[in-house]
């Protein structure tokens, strides 16, 4: 019977490891349902703690994403970042600023006629 416990035992270690390694990628269609939850709440659009707000609702995200929407919450994320600092980089914006204008479109292309 000991064996046996020990066996059964073992076997749920190894079913509950396989679990946390598993993949949890979401598809495009729920990265954007996702994205648009948190984008679509007023208290994220207001100034220093809106951004800081949105970062953090957005970071569990981006680490599941869809491999097509990845790199636009990457650049989504470096652009609030910065915009969240105390005394933002201004001349760092301006560089960012492109690259979040861009996950705008790649996301408005892939999410846009989601609801």
Do not use: W
Not at 8 to 22: E, I, N, Q
Not at 41 to 65: D, E, F, Y
């Amino acid at each position: 019977m000991k064996k046996f416990t020990i066996a059964l035992f073992a076997a749920g270690l190894a079913v509950s490891a396989t679990a946390c390694t598993a993949s949890n990628q979401l598809t495009t269609q729920e990265t954007c349902e996702r994205i648009q939850a948190v984008v679509s709440s007023p208290a994220n659009n207001a100034g220093k703690t809106g951004m800081n707000r949105l970062a953090n609702q957005i970071r569990p995200i981006h680490a599941v994403a869809s491999d097509d929407l990845k790199p636009a919450l990457e650049s989504i994320l470096e652009f609030t970042d910065e915009q969240a600092k105390e005394t933002p980089d201004e001349d760092k914006l301006a560089d960012l600023s492109a690259d979040y204008q861009e996950a705008g479109t790649t996301f408005s292309s892939l999410c846009g006629g989601q609801q």
